[in-house]
């Protein structure tokens, strides 16, 4: 089980790279980097767009390359403070992720699940690649799916315009009873009309939301971003609900800079703009008991 030490940070982040459209490792290196964490990716493919609606994308599978990438940095005798997974497109990477759990087992594990979104998996995310995934989630340290795919995870229907406390809560300790410690579930909306991200830590023993205000339109890499800055907050010394409250301000931030441009949504967030707050490392208090 990995331990805030409060020395030199070091993520393998083992994600696809989209060229246009920010989201992916586009977003991930520099959003842990300003906040002073070292990225070492691992690409598992190479995408000229991300996959949201700008035409026929040129995409590179980098799967033969992971493992060696992985042999190399053992014959270096590197460690690692945290290995962060994201969209993978195989069973295949699924297990070479699995082996870079084993080779740094003192790691913070990290694994955001990308499955699917507004109720439903993604085409290319069937039966088999789900049943891959959770096996992932289940070595992991630290979970952050969407509603969606928690539901899929918990191999439940997705069937709610709105969660009660109770409701949250539950879906958050069976999601932990998988075995991560440490859960959180993006972009839920609360039966009481607010839109949150919420968390449990299963030893601590604590349940957290952080409200966000709505914007009606939706920008690619947002998840990607919210797990980075969440995972630089805990390896630079916040608490979970301090994390969880930095990761949602800041998204929340560079959503409402590019939403008051008017960009095309496809293009993502405006996170050039948004980046130097992250350098500020005051204490965020915008969490709330769930």
Same mark, same amino acid.
């Given at each position: 089980?990995?331990?805030?030490?409060?020395?030199?940070?070091?993520?393998?982040?083992?994600?696809?790279?989209?060229?246009?459209?920010?989201?992916?490792?586009?977003?991930?290196?520099?959003?842990?980097?300003?906040?002073?964490?070292?990225?070492?990716?691992?690409?598992?493919?190479?995408?000229?767009?991300? &996959?949201?609606? #700008?035409? /026929?994308?040129? @995409?590179?599978?980098?799967?033969?390359?992971?493992?060696?990438? $992985?042999? %190399?940095?053992?014959?270096?005798?590197?460690?690692?403070?945290?290995?962060?997974?994201?969209?993978?497109?195989?069973?295949?990477?699924?297990?070479?992720?699995?082996?870079?759990?084993?080779?740094?087992?003192?790691?913070?594990?990290?694994?955001?699940?990308?499955?699917?979104?507004?109720?439903?998996?993604?085409?290319?995310?069937?039966?088999?690649?789900?049943?891959?995934?959770?096996?992932?989630?289940?070595?992991?340290?630290?979970? &952050?799916?969407? #509603?969606? /795919?928690?539901? @899929?995870?918990?191999?439940?229907?997705?069937?709610?315009?709105? $969660?009660? %406390?109770?409701?949250?809560?539950?879906?958050?300790?069976?999601?932990?009873?998988?075995?991560?410690?440490?859960?959180?579930?993006?972009?839920?909306?609360?039966?009481?009309?607010?839109?949150?991200?919420?968390?449990?830590?299963?030893?601590?023993?604590?349940?957290?939301?952080?409200?966000?205000?709505?914007?009606?339109?939706?920008?690619?890499?947002?998840?990607?971003?919210?797990?980075?800055?969440?995972?630089?907050?805990?390896?630079?010394?916040?608490? #979970?609900?301090?994390?969880?409250?930095?990761?949602?301000?800041?998204?929340?931030?560079?959503?409402?800079?590019?939403?008051?441009?008017?960009?095309?949504?496809?293009?993502?967030?405006?996170?050039?703009?948004?980046?130097?707050?992250?350098?500020?490392?005051?204490?965020?208090?915008?969490?709330?008991?769930?």
């Amino acid at each position: 089980m990995y331990t805030n030490t409060g020395s030199f940070r070091r993520v393998a982040a083992v994600h696809d790279i989209s060229g246009f459209g920010r989201c992916s490792l586009t977003v991930i290196i520099p959003s842990l980097s300003v906040m002073g964490v070292q990225v070492c990716p691992v690409p598992t493919a190479v995408l000229s767009t991300h &996959t949201g609606g #700008l035409g /026929e994308v040129a @995409i590179r599978d980098l799967t033969d390359y992971i493992l060696p990438a $992985l042999n %190399h940095y053992k014959a270096l005798d590197l460690s690692f403070d945290a290995v962060y997974t994201g969209f993978l497109g195989s069973q295949t990477q699924i297990g070479h992720c699995l082996e870079f759990f084993q080779a740094f087992p003192d790691s913070l594990k990290v694994v955001d699940p990308v499955m699917g979104d507004h109720g439903k998996a993604y085409r290319t995310c069937g039966k088999e690649l789900q049943a891959g995934m959770a096996k992932l989630v289940s070595a992991a340290d630290i979970i &952050t799916p969407n #509603l969606t /795919e928690a539901c @899929i995870l918990l191999n439940q229907s997705f069937e709610f315009s709105s $969660l009660t %406390h109770s409701q949250a809560k539950s879906m958050l300790a069976r999601l932990s009873e998988t075995g991560p410690s440490k859960v959180i579930i993006t972009g839920v909306q609360l039966a009481t009309g607010e839109m949150a991200n919420i968390g449990y830590d299963r030893n601590a023993g604590a349940y957290w939301y952080v409200p966000c205000d709505y914007v009606p339109v939706s920008y690619p890499g947002t998840g990607d971003i919210y797990a980075s800055v969440l995972v630089g907050g805990l390896l630079t010394g916040d608490s #979970l609900s301090i994390a969880m409250g930095r990761a949602t301000s800041f998204v929340e931030l560079a959503i409402k800079t590019t939403f008051s441009y008017g960009t095309d949504p496809r293009y993502g967030v405006m996170l050039e703009s948004a980046l130097p707050w992250l350098t500020h490392k005051e204490i965020i208090k915008n969490f709330e008991i769930l």
